[in-house]
C-alpha cells in the first residue's frame, strides 16, 4: 500500500511538472512574440482614435492605438491621462490574444499571457495568481477574451 501511495505522488509531481514546463515554455513562445511586435512597431500600419474603449459609464475618453501586420491586428495600446487605468496593452498572434499588460495610476499592475482564448498566467504587482478556480482568475479570463474579441472585430476592415 505504501509503495502504491508513493507511485501515485511520484506520478502526480512528474505531471504537474510537465504542464509547469509545458507553460513555462508556451510563456517563452509568447514573450518572443511580443518582443518582435515591439522591436518591429514602426512597420505596422497605425490607427489613432479618441474612444470611450471598453470601460462603459466613465467621464474620460482614451487614446486607443492599433497596429496591424497586413490585415492582421497585432497590438492595441489604450492610454488615459486622468482616471483609473493608465496604460494597457492588448497583443495578438494570429487573432488570438496573446497577452495584455495593465498599468494602472495607483501603481498596480497585471500581465496575463493566454494561449488559444484560455488564460494560462496572470500575475498581480509581481505576484503569480496560481489559483485558477477563483472567480477573479474566471472574470479576467472573460474580461480579456472579450476585450480581443472587440478589438479584432473593430479593426477588421481597416
Do not use: P
Not at 15 to 42: P, R, W
Not at 78 to 97: E, M, P, T, V
Not at 142 to 157: D, L, M, P, V
Request: a positive charge; hydrophobic letters at 30%; proline letters at 0%.
Amino acid at each position: 500500500m505504501k509503495n502504491l501511495l508513493v507511485v501515485i505522488l511520484t506520478c502526480l509531481a512528474l505531471i504537474q511538472g510537465i504542464f509547469a514546463q509545458t507553460e513555462k515554455q508556451q510563456i517563452s513562445e509568447i514573450d518572443k512574440i511580443v518582443l518582435d511586435i515591439k522591436s518591429n512597431i514602426n512597420s505596422y500600419k497605425k490607427f489613432t482614435s479618441l474612444t470611450d474603449s471598453l470601460l462603459k459609464n466613465t467621464n474620460t475618453n482614451f487614446i486607443e492605438t492599433a497596429y496591424k501586420n497586413d490585415k492582421m491586428l497585432v497590438l492595441v495600446q489604450i492610454r488615459d491621462s486622468g482616471n483609473k487605468i493608465k496604460s494597457a496593452d492588448w497583443y495578438f498572434y494570429n487573432k488570438h490574444l496573446i497577452y495584455s499588460e495593465i498599468n494602472y495610476h495607483n501603481n498596480d499592475n497585471e500581465k496575463s499571457y493566454y494561449t488559444k482564448n484560455n488564460l494560462i498566467s496572470l500575475n498581480k504587482n509581481g505576484d503569480d495568481v496560481l489559483n485558477k478556480t477563483t472567480e477573479y482568475y474566471k472574470q479576467y479570463e472573460k474580461s480579456g477574451i472579450n476585450a480581443c474579441t472587440i478589438f479584432i472585430e473593430r479593426y477588421k476592415e481597416k
